[in-house]
Every structure is written in structure tokens, then in C-alpha cells.
């Protein structure tokens, strides 16, 4: 079975400070996929990043990274000097197989406030 | 190019009625999936429909079901409502075949 543990339920952070936000998962499987959606107040889930598990290279978009460690199970992502805009729930979550887009398991989602 | 566009934004039923959620993909998109967020969980997943079938379900009871029409836009139908199934209902949208999926911004269902 799959599995996605978000271990922190709730983090605060001053705004620029650096937060990083756990993930990790569980698979049997050996393609697979990883992801980080960001759910602000709205309830959008908004898209960030998408990894295979064929490639553990790290990823920086700006003021996120990725960090993707087969050997442990975990796929940390870090955003650093956090703004205000950052506030929301985020969310790990796991595609078992290419066949089966769309079809993702969650975590129970990490909220991050950023204060001022 | 709209998004995946879901209506209504809210909705409010009383015990034991029946309620009908829609969902538009994003254009170029044949997949649409079916996610219920309870308050404070992550998304679950209820069921997938692609080329008008269900195509995988998740633990969700027969009241939950769907339909996929020609045009790939997609309805929830939840019969015999419960309390429990007070939730954000989100939709998403995929291309066969491709792993990335995009959201609505959910109908947020209340049942009293």
C-alpha cells in the first residue's frame, strides 16, 4: 500500500526565515511519483513540483527547493527567506504509476503561517 | 485557456437529499478525478472517469457516483447525504497518460 506521512501538522516562521516542510513516503513500487501542492485559503490546490523516482537530482525554483532521498523515502521541500504570500497548507502526495495520472495520494498536509 | 472551472462554490443540503456537483477540465484534458477534504485532512480520492467510464474508485460507498460526458466535463452525484460528507469536494483534470494533474478550486459541500 501507499502511503504519504506530513509529520508537522502546523509550522510558524518570521517572515524570511527558512522553513523546510517534511514528506515522507511509503511505495513498494519503483516508478513512481512525488509532488507538492500548495492550498492557499482559497482552496485551489496550486501545482509546485513533480519528481520521478528515477531521478534524485535536487531542484531550486527561486526561493523553493526540493530535496528527494530514495534511500530514506523523503522528499523535503525547503523555501527559503519566507514571505507573508507563503501562508498556506501544503501537501505531499504520491502517483503510484505513470498509468495512473491523476490519481494521487495525499499526506494530511502541512500549514505553514508566515508571520510579519 | 480557463482552468478546471467546478460549480457551485458552495452548497448547503439538509440530511438525506441528493446533491450534484460539475466539473469542467482544462481544455486539452481527458481525465477528470474526484477528491473529497474533510476539514484539516488531505484530499482522498473517490474515483477517476476517462472516455465516459469510471476507471478507478477509491473507499468511497456506492451513494458516490459520476458521470463523464462527450465533452470530458464530469459530475458527482452524492445520494442520501450524511453529516460526515460535509467536505471540499475538489476536481482535477489530466491528460491519459499524464501524471501531472490540475485543480478546481473546489465546492465546498455543507450538510446540516
Known amino acids: 500500500a501507499q502511503k504519504v506521512t506530513q509529520a508537522q501538522t502546523e509550522i510558524s516562521v518570521v517572515e524570511k526565515e527558512d522553513v523546510t516542510l517534511d514528506c515522507v513516503y511509503e511505495t513498494r513500487d519503483t516508478t513512481y511519483y512525488l509532488f507538492w501542492y500548495k492550498q492557499p485559503p482559497s482552496g485551489e490546490l496550486v501545482f509546485l513540483i513533480r519528481?520521478?523516482?528515477?531521478?534524485?537530482q535536487n531542484e531550486i525554483s527561486g526561493r523553493y527547493s526540493w530535496n528527494f532521498q530514495k534511500s530514506t523515502s523523503s522528499f523535503n521541500f525547503t523555501i527559503t527567506a519566507s514571505q507573508v504570500v507563503d501562508s498556506a497548507v501544503y501537501f505531499c502526495?504520491?502517483?503510484?504509476?505513470?498509468?495512473?495520472?491523476?490519481?494521487?495520494?495525499f499526506g494530511q498536509g502541512t500549514e505553514l503561517s508566515v508571520k510579519p | 485557456d480557463a482552468g478546471v472551472t467546478q460549480s457551485p462554490t458552495h452548497l448547503i443540503k439538509t440530511r438525506g437529499q441528493q446533491v450534484t456537483l460539475r466539473c469542467s477540465p482544462k481544455s486539452g484534458h481527458d481525465t477528470v478525478s474526484w477528491y473529497q477534504q474533510a476539514l484539516g485532512q488531505g484530499p482522498q480520492f473517490i474515483f477517476q472517469?476517462?472516455?465516459?467510464?469510471?476507471?478507478q474508485r477509491g473507499n468511497f460507498p456506492d451513494r458516490f457516483s459520476g458521470h463523464q460526458f462527450p465533452n470530458y466535463s464530469s459530475e458527482l452525484n452524492v445520494n442520501a447525504l450524511l453529516l460526515g460528507d460535509s467536505a471540499l469536494y475538489l476536481c482535477?483534470?489530466?491528460?491519459?497518460?499524464?501524471?501531472?494533474?490540475?485543480f478546481g478550486q473546489g465546492t465546498r459541500l455543507t450538510v446540516v
Open positions: 482535477a483534470s489530466s491528460r491519459r497518460g499524464n501524471t501531472e494533474a490540475f
Open positions: 502526495a504520491l502517483i503510484k504509476s505513470y498509468n495512473q495520472g491523476g490519481k494521487l495520494i
Open positions: 472517469y476517462y472516455e465516459e467510464e469510471e476507471r
Open positions: 519528481r520521478n523516482s528515477f531521478d534524485e
